[in-house]
């Protein structure tokens, strides 16, 4: 009997056809994404592409079934290919070991899809792939796990709310002070070592770094001398860098970390009237102990002896791992910086390297200051905010994404819906779900009209582009591109530089802003000026059009915000804090309106909260990883989804 012959009894044999025909992008091989590909293989799908970046970890067998013990360090793309095959090995599957972010795949290399599936555990590749589906015009099926929690819903432009339609959780913070300066908990020497430390060493790091450290009132004398005191230490660590190569570095590094510097703070004596002073370290003392204690073990020996990820290190063995991964790290550096002269060091909780330094420098600050050491295993949950991976929920999000791919597959879009796979409380329903958003009109993504831009990104100029947008009635206009400002009107500094030198390369995306507040997304496309003939650009569109789009959409805008405020509220209905957001986006015509108002809540929360390993260091759950994180809102069916 043939292979298809039950699933077209399921679904018909036209559907079955177009399914073996469409051609699929599955970005992340991880958790939903092998229960994803295995369903994509078994379901009759034909054509599909994959693409992670990350390798195969100890941690993700429990439930990536797609990985075995022998796979570690591989590829994931690689080997879930592999694996899949095996399943159906009629299908072909293209796997690629590489970023989703590289040039080479840009909105037309996504135009070759029919459909693209998320399944990615970072808040910065979903906004890409969000932003690229946009462009190109595809639909896009995004997805998330978080614990027993989990969600499906499908983003198409113009007619679905998109990934940044609504706004994101913010990192929890801490003052600035506490971090730097009397950590009591472990999770503040985390804090410290992956947002201060590892940023001020292998990246671009400021002293006031707003994903995790809060600025402190530094209106009194004391918190403003010991601002100006750390920002003194971040300057005078800086200058150790430029001794990378010779040696020694490591230990100049340590020395001046954690012994100059708490030798420092233990000079204010008024700091520590009311707690137990920090005691500093010396590299020497430490290393040159003679006893018989093992030498630290490198990445590849610690996953091959599982129990030594899960202990605390003893001390002398925390200064090795410190010195090694921060060899390792500034050598990474150094390389990627001869291509990219900006380019930093991130860090990922499943890169080994890494991890291991802010273990170690995690624990050395703990032991500076009393407070209890953390094992690998337990500085990675914390790290990296996670919640406990289920293997259950992926599976069941993965098939609810499968039979959404049937729906827009089949042009039948409208009957998609928001999907909450919704666990625990007294819910009659472990499923529930909602129509899709309508567009969120004050969306900077989806609401700003995108076209194409070829251009010679080597030879022409900031002032090119300016003159040639107005050529295009665009005048006065403030250029940026990821946040960054590239040239405004009162800032004219880049002006005669080349696109290419400001890194406005093939691939990018740039946000163009004019005098009457319009708004165009840009898409460049490098092409070399000979092609070109005598014209000095193509645009790709009608910008024209778009244009006058963007003016209708800022017309209905403000007739939906006057909308808001001239409604009175139904007397007749109990409105919530939820139902009072949903009425404001009824009126203002972002949901529809016989849609029911939500009732149900959700009484745990999807995210990191006091207790849980996150806020205050006393996590009791054995998690490692994490697949696919949302959010969800603790009183209703409201979803963020996060890094």
Known sequence: MPRETHLETTIGKSLVNSIAEAKVLMVGAGGIGCEL???LVMSGFRN????????????????????QKQHIKKSKAHIAKASALAFNPNVNIVSRHQNIKEQEFSVDWFKNFDLVMNALDNLDARRHVNKMCLAANVPLIE???????????????DKTECFDCQPKETPKTFPVCTIRSTPSTPIHCIVWAKSYLFGLLFGNAEDDDDEV???????????????????????????????????GFAQRVFDKVFYNDIQRLRSMEDMWKTRKPPTPLKYDEIINQVNDLPRAMDATTLEAITLKDQRVWTLRETVEVFGDSLEKLTARLKETRVSEPEANVQFDKDDSETLDFVTATANLRAHVYGIEEKSRFQVKAMAGNIIPAIATTNAIIAGMMVMMAFKIINQRLADCRTS??????????????????KPNPKCYICRNSCIGLKIDTEKSTVQDLINLLEDNSLIDVEIQESGRVIYDPDFDDNAEKTLASLQLTDGKFVDIVDEEDRKIIVYLKHIDSSTLGEKKYDIEGDLEEALEQQMVMQQQQKEAEARVHAHEEDSDVIMTDDNKKRKHDEIAGLVDADAPLKKSTL????????????????????????????VVDGKSFDVVILD
């Open 143 to 157: 997805s998330g796990t978080a614990g027993y929690l989990g969600q499906v819903t499908v983003i198409q432009k």
């Open 213 to 247: 450290l809060a600025k402190e009132d530094s209106n009194d004398d004391e918190t403003a001398k010991e601002l100006a005191a750390l920002a003194v230490e971040s300057q005078a660590l800086k200058a150790i860098l430029a001794s990378a190569d010779s040696e």
């Open 48 to 67: 599909i592409e994959v693409i992670d970046l990350d390798t195969i970890d100890l941690s993700n067998l429990n439930r990536q079934f797609l990985f």
């Open 37 to 39: 590909l295995k369903n």
């Open 603 to 630: 009484e745990g929360t999807a995210h990191p909260v006091a207790g849980d390993g996150v806020g205050d260091g006393t996590s009791t759950a054995e998690a490692v990883d994490v697949d696919e994180v949302i």
């Open 420 to 437: 909450y796979l919704a666990y625990g409380g007294h819910r009659q329903h472990l499923i529930v779900s909602e129509p899709l958003a």
